[in-house]
């Protein structure tokens, strides 16, 4: 069993930045796709950005694509998000997913999912 926990969530203004970490157990989490998730209260999850791997391939949501990055650390067992140029609608809990496609991680069929950390964007 993968066990994923995300953190580096808290409040910050508009046009801020954060990094969100993904860190996870076990010795073959290199070889999952990872991506990450948010749901604001009273929406859906949506889906934010995904990564290979190896790294090589990414994949954003519109909403999110030149102000987001995602990436990954294998030999430190870790998937980051770094969020720039924040906005309001950018408030939810975050969460990360794992499996072994990128393609089926963001479509949102990951077999593994963390327990997520709050984002607040100010005005």
């Known amino acids: 069993q993968v066990q994923l926990v995300e953190s580096g969530g808290g409040l910050v203004q508009a046009g801020g930045s954060l990094r969100l970490s993904c860190a996870a157990s076990?010795?073959?989490?290199?070889?999952?796709?990872v991506g990450w998730f948010r749901q604001a209260p009273g929406k859906e999850r949506e889906f934010v950005a995904a990564?290979?791997?190896?790294?090589?391939?990414?994949n954003y949501a519109d909403s999110v694509k030149g102000r987001f990055t995602i990436s990954r650390d294998n030999a430190k067992n870790t998937v980051f998000l770094q969020m720039n140029s924040l906005k309001p609608e950018d408030t939810a809990v975050y969460y990360c997913a794992a499996d072994r496609s990128r393609t089926v991680v963001a479509g949102g069929q990951a077999r593994f999912w963390g327990q997520g950390t709050q984002v607040t964007v100010s005005s």
């Open positions: 076990g010795r073959t989490f290199s070889s999952y796709a």
């Open positions: 990564i290979s791997w190896s790294g090589g391939s990414t």
